[in-house]
Nanobody, 122 residues
Framework: QVQLIESGGGTVQAGGSLRLSCAAS????????MGWFRQAPGKDRELVAA????????WYARFVGGRFTISTDNAKNTVYLQMNSLKPEDTAFYYC???????????????WGQGTQVTVSS
């Protein structure tokens, strides 16, 4: 029903920047919010940032520390994650996901992209 495709991952040096994109298609009208999750090997999947399509609710994980910005381009059905001042501990597989609510739990997200790898070298 909803398809999500991430792009923009890659390898960057510590202190560098990346912008992840997630293009949504299909029945996007059924979604209310978008989130960016990440998962490192041996770790649980964790929410990095989330926002509603309407823009009235935005959430960032504590570890973001002002370094990342989530945004949407509603006309393009696309959500972005601008990541600046990247640290090696940001290395993970990053996923975008869509939800019918505004939540911080992975179980509250109904549709998932395939993910994109982000590697930050020191």
């Amino acid at each position: 029903q909803v398809q999500l495709i991430e792009s923009g991952g890659g390898t960057v040096q510590a202190g560098g920047s990346l912008r992840l994109s997630c293009a949504a298609s299909g029945r996007t009208f059924s979604t209310y919010s978008m989130g960016w999750f990440r998962q490192a090997p041996g770790k649980d999947r964790e929410l990095v940032a989330a926002m509603t399509w309407t823009g009235d609710n935005i959430w960032y994980a504590r570890f973001v520390g002002g370094r990342f910005t989530i945004s949407t381009d509603n006309a393009k059905n696309t959500v972005y994650l601008q990541m600046n001042s990247l640290k090696p501990e940001d290395t993970a597989f990053y996923y975008c996901a869509a939800s019918t609510v505004f939540g911080v739990r992975s179980t509250e997200y109904d549709h998932w992209g395939q993910g994109t790898q982000v590697t930050v070298s020191s």
